[in-house]
């Protein structure tokens, strides 16, 4: 075969291989492209009524709860509350009128429900000032950042079923001083945001959305728990400080509280009242926000209870009380609190009153707060109250209340004091 032939029947040979068009794999195949994608108008057209139909029905929903939100708005801001008249009642003046115990002014807790931190913050402040004569303004929040901690570990322990909330009781300040230590207010403010107010609602909704998530789904890992509630708390109220620096020395918590803060814990008692529990013995105060079941408070009848309150402010000491704050007879527009007679008649307050209040649910244990005086007026004694609680802002005096005797009497339902106050029912425990 001549040369020029064998070269053309190479050529041919290799175009055949190299053409898809032509390839023999792919002889009598269909091939594909991309084209425009084509729609069916009456489809689309039955979509776009249905979305006019939820925005239309959307509109109509915010319309209605609109409505619905203002007209329950305006409810609410005609909405009366069932106060006594005052005529018969003739408080103090004012705080002038007592001879206070020293104290710092009153501080707001704000969006909190930490009254339990302030108000113990507050009475060891005053303590401070009465044992050793130093001014030291304490953080509230250093005490309430780790009490969440501790809440936090007793969650994850006990599988969920520890109370988790933003209260608890006074004394707890002194379980959180021996664990962490003590700082200064100008060592740790416990708030990030701009106004300095503290505001706890959205960082304890993630808290507990987290726990119940926990809860939920069987994780009970308390190191990456306790961990992740640090990283909520520290998104509001700051990380706490290590170490800091005071009035121009260094310090760690621990040798904060030892050389300046100077307070031994175990020197200081709780006392409740309730026939319930035997008297002269040491009990748990069984509320949710004793979620660690303290049962070191000491039991007494209401009239030795009392007295104690008495007999502390009277040496010039403070205390703090905790209990109910729900009654009309108290009234923070006028910054006052007593019992009315169309409640129970003076006179008739005893043991038994002040139990059948504690069995039926209506004393309850609402607020922690700083007694720091005591005088008598008009025949009735009254108790001079520093609040952290909005409602002591309402009237005249702001962040103070005056509580007449008998209020404390039924309505509240712990003291706190300093032992040497107690030293004959000491013995007697």
Not at 330 to 341: C, E, R
């Given at each position: 075969m001549p040369l020029t032939k064998l070269t053309a029947l190479a050529a041919l040979s290799l175009l055949l291989i190299s053409s898809p068009a032509v390839c023999a794999q792919d002889a009598g195949l269909d091939h594909a492209h991309y084209v425009k994608q084509t729609k069916y108008p009456v489809i689309d057209e039955m979509n776009d009524k249905n979305e006019e139909l939820r925005k239309a029905a959307q509109e109509k929903t915010d319309e209605i709860l609109e409505t619905i939100t203002k007209t329950r708005k305006d409810e609410k801001e005609k909405k009366k509350e069932f106060r006594p008249e005052l005529d018969a009642?003739?408080?103090?003046?004012?705080?002038?009128?007592?001879?206070?115990?020293?104290?710092?002014?009153?501080?707001?807790?704000f969006l909190t429900g930490t009254c339990w931190s302030f108000s113990a913050t507050s009475?060891?402040?005053?303590?401070?000032?009465?044992?050793?004569?130093?001014?030291?303004?304490?953080?509230?929040?250093?005490?309430?950042?780790?009490?969440?901690?501790?809440?936090?570990?007793?969650?994850?322990?006990?599988?969920?079923?520890?109370?988790?909330?933003?209260?608890?009781?006074?004394?707890a300040i002194f379980r959180v001083y021996d664990e962490y230590g003590a700082v200064p207010r100008s060592a740790y403010?416990?708030?990030?945001?701009?106004?300095?107010?503290?505001?706890?609602?959205?960082?304890?909704?993630?808290?507990?959305s987290y726990l119940e998530w926990c809860?939920?789904?069987?994780?009970?890992?308390?190191?990456?728990?306790?961990?992740?509630?640090?990283?909520?708390?520290?998104?509001?109220?700051?990380?706490?400080?290590?170490?800091?620096?005071?009035?121009?020395?260094d310090y760690t918590p621990r040798s904060f509280l030892k050389e300046v803060v100077g307070l031994k814990t175990d020197d200081y008692v709780s006392l409740m009242s309730t026939s319930e529990q035997p008297f002269y013995?040491?009990?748990?105060?069984?509320?949710?926000?004793?979620?660690?079941?303290?049962?070191?408070?000491?039991?007494?009848?209401?009239?030795?209870?009392?007295?104690?309150?008495?007999?502390?402010?009277?040496?010039?000491?403070?205390?703090?009380?905790?209990?109910?704050?729900?009654?009309?007879?108290?009234?923070?527009?006028?910054?006052?609190?007593?019992?009315?007679?169309?409640?129970?008649?003076?006179?008739?307050?005893?043991?038994?009153?002040?139990?059948?209040?504690?069995?039926?649910?209506?004393?309850?244990?609402?607020h922690g707060i700083h007694v720091v005086a005591h005088t008598t007026h008009a025949g009735h004694d009254w108790f001079l109250i520093k609040d952290s609680n909005r409602s002591?802002?309402?009237?005249?005096?702001?962040?103070?209340?005056?509580?007449?005797?008998?209020?404390i009497k039924l309505k509240m339902l712990t003291i706190g004091v300093h032992k040497d106050f107690v030293a004959d029912i000491l013995d007697r425990v």
């Open positions: 009642v003739n408080p103090p003046e004012g705080p002038e009128a007592f001879e206070a115990v020293w104290h710092f002014p009153p501080t707001p807790q009475y060891l402040e005053s303590e401070i000032k009465r044992l050793h004569g130093t001014e030291v303004k304490l953080s509230e929040m250093w005490t309430a950042y780790w009490e969440y901690v501790d809440k936090a570990k007793s969650y994850a322990a006990s599988r969920g079923t520890s109370h988790f909330s933003q209260g608890s009781e006074a004394n403010e416990g708030e990030l945001a701009e106004d300095g107010r503290f505001n706890h609602s959205l960082m304890f909704d993630q808290m507990m809860k939920a789904n069987n994780y009970w890992d308390e190191e990456m728990i306790v961990a992740s509630v640090r990283r909520i708390l520290d998104g509001t109220m700051g990380r706490p400080p290590e170490d800091f620096r005071w009035k121009e020395n013995k040491r009990v748990e105060l069984e509320v949710e926000d004793n979620w660690w079941h303290d049962a070191s408070y000491i039991n007494l009848p209401l009239s030795e209870w009392y007295a104690v309150l008495e007999r502390t402010l009277a040496a010039g000491a403070t205390a703090t009380i905790g209990g109910d704050v729900s009654e009309p007879g108290l009234y923070g527009l006028h910054d006052i609190a007593f019992i009315p007679s169309f409640d129970i008649p003076v006179e008739f307050i005893n043991q038994d009153s002040r139990e059948m209040r504690i069995q039926n649910g209506t004393t309850a244990d609402d002591s802002r309402k009237g005249k005096f702001k962040g103070y209340y005056m509580y007449r005797g008998d209020y």
